[in-house]
């Protein structure tokens, strides 16, 4: 018999659905395509490509750059393009 969850665990299930869904917006709104922010917005740093974005880095650049800066210590996270 599987077990239903709980109210407490379905509204914490919404919630995350709330956040990805508006990583998602912020991000499609920095203008990074659909399918890619879809699939990274959990994974990326929102700041950190907006960052990007704001000193011209190409697009596509900024979502690679932003990926391998949340992976380094935030001290080389702040390099430029």
Do not use: F
Not at 12 to 24: F, I, M, S, T
Not at 60 to 68: E, H
């Amino acid at each position: 018999m599987t077990p239903h969850p709980s109210p407490a665990h379905e509204a914490a299930g919404d919630e995350k659905l709330l956040v990805h869904n508006w990583r998602v917006a912020r991000l499609t709104g920095l203008g990074i395509p659909g399918p890619l922010a879809e699939l990274n917005a959990d994974h990326l740093d929102g700041h950190q490509v907006a960052r990007l974005v704001q000193l011209a880095c190409p697009r596509g650049y900024c979502s690679r750059r932003a990926s391998a800066a949340s992976t380094r210590s935030s001290s080389s996270a702040r390099e430029s393009c």
